[in-house]
Structure formats: C-alpha cells, structure tokens
C-alpha cells in the first residue's frame, strides 16, 4: 500500500512537474499554517478509518465524523447538512462554496436554478451527468440570508471538505466562484483574473495534489448570462484535460 500510494505520488508530482515546465499551471504558495480549529482537525486525524478509507467508505467515515456538526454558527439557522452527492469513485469533484435555501430545503448542493445551469453545463460541454461526477460545497450548512460564509466558519468547515477530497481522490477539480477558490486556495486573488488558469491545490496532511480550474459560479452566470461564453471555455480546456488524463464516462 505504502509503496503504491510512493509510486503515485511520484507520478503525480512529475505530471505536475511537467505541466508547470508548459506554464499550464499557476501553483499557488502552499499554507505553512494550518487554521483549521485544532479540535475538528484533531477530531479527524484520529479516526483513522477517514486517514486510510477511499471512496464510499472513505465518505461515510467523513460523513459519520461530521455526524450532527455544530462547530460553527451555520448549525443554527440550517436545516439539513448538505454534504454532497454523487459518485464517491468520481474523476472529477465539483466545489461549490455553500448551500443556498434549496439545498438547505433538499438537504443536496445545486438543486435551485443554479444547480440546473451546473447540469446543463456538466452534460453539455463536458458530456458528464451530476452522477458521474462528486458535487460538494466548501461549507456545509447554509450561511443565513444567503452570505457569504465568514473566515471562522470556512476554518470549522475546511478539515471535512479536505478528508472528502482524500477519501475521493478525483483526477481534477472544477471550483465554482470567488468565496470557494479563495478558501480552497487561501488567496486573495478573484475569480476574474483566476478563472481559466489551472492552479495546484495541496492537501497539508497527505501526499494528494490535485489540479483545480477556477471558473464562474453559475449563480453568477444566471446574473451575468455576457460571461457565459467564459466559462464554456474553461469547461472546453478542462474536457480536453479531463480526457487526456484518462477520466472515466
Ligand atoms: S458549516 Fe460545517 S463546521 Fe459549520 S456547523 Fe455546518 S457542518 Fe459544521
């Protein structure tokens, strides 16, 4: 097991190695500072079930070690913890930022008119139903009226979003907006001069490196229908990436 998880990251780091040699990838500095509250990372770091379980049992685990959460405010007003939905063995995950009224409604992330411009995106351009693919959000709780999620509540959210990264282990990621690359990829950049550029996302706490493509969230392309054309490229760049590194339909 050590040895493959040695032989693929070494593959990893050289396909990286390669595509930053191309200038394809923008890697951004990685966090030496964790801010994760200590007692969630803790929390998850000792259930080894989530270390070493990949997959559905890996999500489970995670899904079990969040049981009830109320680690931050967002438990007060919410009504389902929206977790994500998909396929747990998925090539590509697809990070959103939170859940809106729908997904707290349906307890699902995307579900209102921008989950239905997500679809017709997914399937149009990428040719990938939501259930070829894992859909999940930076926090899982609705944030109340709609806001954005604070600092504090991206800290108390982010250990669980990274164990699902590792229990999914996908091939590429799609982030969908500003608030969600900015949490995932601690910057400050927006997503204006980021979108389209494919970026490095590192997991501190394990050897998973995974290539992220910022682009538009479809709430914002429902507002901003002039930009649509934007992001249809993105997607084009990220098929094409999605089928050259082998990424099952
Ligand atoms: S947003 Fe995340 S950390 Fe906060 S209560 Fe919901 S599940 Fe827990």
Not at 12 to 36: C, F, H, S, Y
Not at 72 to 81: E, P, Q
Not at 139 to 161: G, S, T
Request: aromatic letters at 4%.
């Amino acid at each position: 097991m050590r040895d493959e998880l040695n032989a693929l990251a070494a593959d990893l780091l050289a396909a990286v190695g390669d595509l930053q040699a191309r200038g394809a990838l923008v890697d951004l500095p990685r966090a030496e500072v964790d801010t994760a509250p200590q007692a969630a990372w803790a929390s998850l770091a000792a259930t080894s079930r989530t270390e070493v379980l990949v997959g559905e049992g890996g999500m489970r685990a995670v899904r079990d070690e969040l049981g009830d959460c109320s680690r931050c405010d967002l438990c007060k007003a919410r009504k389902n913890i929206v977790f994500g939905v998909g396929d747990p063995s998925a090539d590509l995950v697809v990070i959103g930022e939170g859940p809106g009224e729908q997904e707290d409604l349906q307890g699902e992330p995307f579900v209102g008119p921008a989950g239905q411009m997500l679809d017709k995106m997914l399937e149009n351009v990428l040719g990938l139903r939501r259930d070829q693919v894992y859909i999940l959000n930076v926090v899982k709780c609705r944030p109340p009226r709609n806001r954005n999620p604070l600092p504090e509540e991206v800290d108390a959210c982010m250990p669980f979003l990274r164990a699902q990264l590792r229990a999914l282990r996908p091939k590429l990621g799609l982030v969908l907006g500003s608030v969600a690359y900015k949490a995932l990829l601690q910057t400050t950049q927006g997503i204006t001069r980021s979108r389209g550029r494919w970026h490095v996302w590192r997991d501190p706490h394990s050897d998973l490196v995974l290539p992220v493509l910022p682009t538009f969230h479809p709430a914002y392309l429902l507002r901003q229908p002039q930009d649509k054309r934007l992001t249809f490229a993105d997607l084009k760049d990220l098929r094409a990436r999605y089928d050259q590194e082998g990424g099952r339909r």
